[in-house]
DNA sequence: TATAATAACAGTAATAATTACTATTATTTT
DNA sequence: AAAATAATAGTAATTATTACTGTTATTATA
């Protein structure tokens, strides 16, 4: 019998990376962080698990305007913060608003399933710090 | 005196076509578009122009994962349905809601100054021609 | 109105992010 | 243990975007 998939260190080596941290790294930090056990880590690898692993659903590929793709082990609906300062993606801890959906779908011919929020800031880190835009 | 920019043929047209326009064209389909009446229209010229638009908050940059960018002159704020059938991105008439700001702003010990919310499923047309994903 | 200053342009080259290709290696099935 | 094949490393190719450069268009001012 064919399972049509195998298993791979390369791949459980990402996606254990990617659950043991809060931060949402992009491919290349992965691969830069990963190479350190893996030397021989091929970048190519590392975009072919995360498209893998974000078209069957176990990551998810998080995208800002003027940024490149963040990756995320979360699957669970949740909210986002970018910080215009730094660029730091962070978990916001507010209930996911499911009645956001229904709303719009009421409002709307076609079908919706889910949304996906954004809230733009200054993170934590940049306010201790002082910064101003 | 020195105004710091000058005006273009290129520029007003651009945005012209944009606010003429519910959709919301990628940086290419804008190009192809404006080519036909503006035959040595050049590619960089368009980017330089969305960028410089931008900036200047004149336009918005829309941003999906797996999607190249997508404008949009309109910046007051709104909701967007992106089809995960076709890929379309269209507006939603449903009121910005600026309780989530103060919500968020509210657990987060960072700022919040607003968000950015991509409502996903099918759209009114490939409802119509009963598409299924 | 003509001239000078310079922003913007077209066209092209360069870069960055991502995907595709291929011979080899690792995993899984039999 | 052998056969089948998914996954890999390494490299090449592609796509989206930005940078560069000599020329053109716009604007300020004489």
Redesign the pocket.
């Known amino acids: 019998?064919?399972?049509?998939?195998?298993?791979?260190?390369?791949?459980e080596a990402i996606i254990l990376y990617l659950k043991g941290r809060k931060d949402h790294p992009?491919?290349?930090k992965i691969y830069t962080d990963l190479k350190e056990e893996?030397p021989?880590?091929?970048?190519?690898?590392v975009?072919?698990?995360?498209?893998?692993l974000s078209d069957t659903g176990q990551i998810n590929k998080l995208s800002f305007a003027?940024k490149?793709?963040h990756f995320d082990a979360d699957t669970s609906p949740h909210y986002h913060v970018l910080c215009e300062k730094c660029g730091a993606v962070e978990d916001l801890n507010m209930p996911y608003d499911y009645s956001m959906d229904e709303n719009a779908g009421n409002l709307y011919e076609g079908i919706i399933t889910s949304h996906s929020t954004v809230f733009t800031g200054i993170c934590t880190n940049c306010c201790r710090n002082g910064e101003i835009i």
């Open positions: 019998m064919n399972t049509g998939t195998k298993r791979s260190h390369q791949r992009t491919a290349e893996m021989n880590l091929s970048l190519g690898t975009y072919r698990n995360l498209s893998l003027g490149t793709d």
